[in-house]
């Protein structure tokens, strides 16, 4: 799983960033957590409100801190086959 | 499949995002993009959008996208189509309705017990004499600090609902293509309900100029969205009454719409940075399917989180106020940021402009300074002051425009929040 966490370096974008690699650690699945900062990245991607979560180049959550769960559940998603 | 919806290198929602018949999620199915298209071709949407290829792509994604939304909100329900998702969440709302009843009512009931409740635990429990100083400051402290934060979770509650609808994209919706004076209007009205952080400023700057919203009505929506919001008018609300905060809302959304409206009539655009206009309108992420229970928590992380990074700042500006309430004389600020010191309310400006806070973090400083008997139009020229404009924003938004619109921006907001503040000296 790619996992990418975008974020000018507020507040909310380490404690998103914090939260994402707690979860990544609970799941025990492999992935791999990058952080973008560059705001033209940001952009490219759609993003209007920072912090936002992207897993697999797919927007989850823009603008907030998606709750322990709801990420388990995204990545536990990911995990089953797509249509 | 939503990644290779991506993939596929249609901006696919440009044309979805501009087209008027697909506001609301359901009906995001009927494609109209020849009927969009002759009103005002965005480039991006003329490129790759006007091919019906698009629309069918639209309309396919879109069904993906709803199916893989219900699979990632409720894996504990995986197997269960979209369709049974409405059927939910109906049912949901209907089974919520209730304990938020119940909870609106709790509230009331322990709102309008505030007072008496203040009253005996400072003259009872805590046996001060009333009609002393001090038991006058414990009376006020225990009465307010309670009420301004119950007042404050609710107003929070009710606005994180709304903003569960009100999101930025869907904004950028409804401003893309606006004339630039009905669109700095509703910039400003939407900058109160949209959920905006200000180091979410750059992102949503670009989002918005490159997707065709006018860089005017940008603009006004930049400066209305941190400095009118709900926590600031929650809390003039409960602090000062209704007056304040109806004229905080008012002039703080003329502030908004008028500087949005000098950028946009300068014809400012060339001295954004030019790499921005040279950014394709990205594909909009798929919207989310929210139920009416993910609406509720959503409120309610909101209260959450709101309430639990103000109280420290409500708490630390009522005991100013107590403590002036108490002891200090009214009038000793009076001499130098009274109404007759002319020259107050362009230095409260000067000084707020660099400063940065929130609209809590500021409070206990409204507080300390109205409670001394400065004038309320110099001390919300201050609170708008530090609110609208601080160094850190300036700095993160000088990676999208040049020092001269900076400048700009800086000059037009600091001069109307002067025009505010010698209006509420004249008017209170």
Sequence with gaps: ?83 | MPAAWLKSGYPVSVAARRNPGARGGRRRRRCACPRRLRREPPVSAVRSAGSPQACLVLSISWDHEMTAQAQVGRADEAGRGSSDTSLRARAVAGGRVVPLALALVAWWFLYTRLAPAAAWLTFVLLGLPAGTPAGAAVEFFLYEVPKVLMLLALVVLGVGIVRSFVTPAWTRRVLAGRRERAGAVLAALLGVATPFCSCSAVPLFIGFVTAGVPLGVTFSFLVAAPMVNEVALALLFALFGWRVAALYLATGLTVAVVAGLVIGHLRLERWVEPWVYGLQGAAEPAPERLTWDDRLRRGREAVADVVGRVWPYVVAGIAVGAGIHGYVPRDFMASFMGRDAWWSVPLAVLIGIPLYANAAGIIPVVMALLGKGAALGTVLAFMMAVIALSLPEIVILRKVLTKRLIAVFVAVVGLGILAVGYLFNLLL
Excluded: F, H, N, W
Aim: hydrophobic share 45%.
């Design chain 1, 1 to 83: 799983v790619q996992i990418e966490v975008l974020g000018t370096g507020c507040r909310k974008c380490q404690l998103l960033y914090g939260e994402a690699e707690k979860a990544i650690a609970r799941s025990g699945r492999a992935a791999t957590l990058t952080k973008v900062q560059d705001v033209g990245q940001i952009a490219a991607r759609g993003v209007l409100a920072t912090p936002a979560l992207v897993v697999d180049g797919r927007v989850v959550a823009a603008g907030r801190i998606p709750s322990a769960e709801e990420m388990a559940a995204l990545l536990q998603a990911d995990a089953e086959p797509g249509p």
